[in-house]
């Protein structure tokens, strides 16, 4: 039997918006988002990509693979790009699914837009889930997971602005994002051991080194090739960039093609959850 939409908690759940401005040519900004391959080496959200099949102008099926340190979340999904529209703009819809139990993620939908402009590619995506490890994941989804993967989307979405318009690899950015998280924790650990032994010691230049440390730690300026979150819009400028295209409510995954049926209809937003 065919699962009914959930649309009684759907407007509970506000959908995940990311949009960044990338000065890259289309062509690059496409190629680097679209390729199988190249998709995962930016996007934190994917550990691997297969693509199952192929159509010149339809829907693609894909799997997808997210590598924990001791366990792989493995989901399914349907995609559909529109990539030459009469305004230029170009547009990906997918629909996605998981069974996994340890996946914070089910059942859900998304699209990227790729509006050019006189100052470079608007690149947004939107996308909205069912959330998954059952009670546990309904209980935290809103307060602990929807915001981590909101701020995993728009810390992606920097790295593949660096790639796409410096160069920069993906794994070069992680790793100077690492060092650069380390070393403003290190200052504030520091910060903390020298309040905290100035206290002991009732020692004013140990105090003022300390307030220094913690200053320095969230006022000195991150490299430019450090990815970074706040780089991006979290909410939509407007309403139409938040509403997915109307081809993601024609699209079907595989299980609704093989049984013949009609899509899931969306939310307020287009999503099918």
Known sequence: MR????????SKRAPIYVEILVRAPMERVWKLTQDSDLHPRWDLRFSK??????GEDGPVDFRYEFHLPLYAIHGTGTSLVHRHRADGQATSVLKFDTADPLSPIGRGSGYWRYIPTRDGIRFITGYNYRP??????????????????????????DRLRLWAESGVDPRTARNRWS??????TGGMLAAWLLL?????????????????AALSAFTVLSHWTVPRARRCLRRAPDARAA????????LKTNDERGAGVRPMEGDENGFDL
């Open 179 to 184: 060092l650069d998280a380390g070393a403003r």
């Open 132 to 157: 998954g490890m059952g009670l546990v994941g309904k209980a935290l989804d809103s307060s602990i997971f929807r915001p981590a993967l909101g701020w995993a989307t728009a810390l992606s979405f």
């Open 49 to 54: 990509i297969v693509p199952l099949g192929h």
């Open 196 to 212: 905290r032994r100035a206290r002991m010691t009732s020692s004013n230049g140990v105090a003022l080194a300390g307030v220094a």
């Open 3 to 10: 699962e009914k939409p959930d649309t009684a908690n759907s």
């Open 243 to 250: 509403r997915a295209p109307s081809t993601l409510a024609g």
